[in-house]
């Protein structure tokens, strides 16, 4: 999480949606980088709004903007399968050895453990009604990047980091399909962002 006191703007880092980059990019013009805890670092809108707003709004008597990532959901669940494999190199278990990307799918979809362990999108970037002010697709950095661009009113380039191994992360149509059903809110939190990118 990023805090740009004067700009009154908040970075929230949405995980596996790109945020390493934007914070290594951002972290020396911010007035708060929060980078560790994970806890900390990713802060959701329902955590920011009960704890961080008001003491912000208490300092200020304004109103930040919120501003977050949100990646295409089968290329984010595919982002935290390359993730957990990268995690496994150290572990001498391999919990991931042997593991393909669609049964992994299958752990998320039914698992509860596992789907606690990494949750949906939506779920971080929205609580009931309310929803992070301007919510940008990972697959469109740049639209994020010129929105830092004018409102930091700073040259900003994004460098390549937190790279997960490549590894096959292919399914099925049938497999696709059901994890698209799984993630229907996810799904539709982010068709709706054509609809509103200014």
């Known amino acids: 999480m990023l805090i740009f006191w004067e700009k009154r703007l908040v970075f929230l880092a949405t995980p596996k949606a790109g945020s390493t980059a934007v914070e290594a990019a951002l972290e020396s013009l911010a007035n708060v980088a929060v980078q560790r805890p994970a806890e900390l670092k990713h802060t959701d809108l329902g955590s920011y709004r009960r ?3 008001p003491w912000l709004h208490q300092m200020t ?3 930040f903007t919120t501003v977050a990532l949100m990646r295409e959901p089968i290329g984010w669940l595919r982002s935290w399968y390359r993730f957990r494999h990268r995690d496994d190199i ?16 299958q752990s998320y979809a039914g698992s509860a453990e596992t789907y606690r362990q990494i949750g949906m999108q939506c779920d971080f970037l929205t609580q009931s009604e309310d929803r992070v002010d301007r919510i940008f697709r990972y697959e469109e950095m740049q ?6 661009e004018d409102r930091l009113d700073c040259a900003i380039s994004l460098p390549r980091v937190n790279v997960p191994p490549a590894v096959d992360v292919s399914l099925s149509d049938e497999h696709e399909a059901m994890l698209r059903r799984f993630l229907h809110r996810d799904v539709a939190l982010y068709d709706s962002l054509c609809m509103v990118a200014a």
């Open 51 to 53: 704890h961080i707003e």
């Open 90 to 105: 150290d572990d001498p278990d391999h919990a991931m050895d042997g593991v393909t990307f669609s049964q992994f799918a």
């Open 61 to 63: 008597g304004d109103r």
């Open 143 to 148: 639209d994020l990047t010129h929105f830092l």
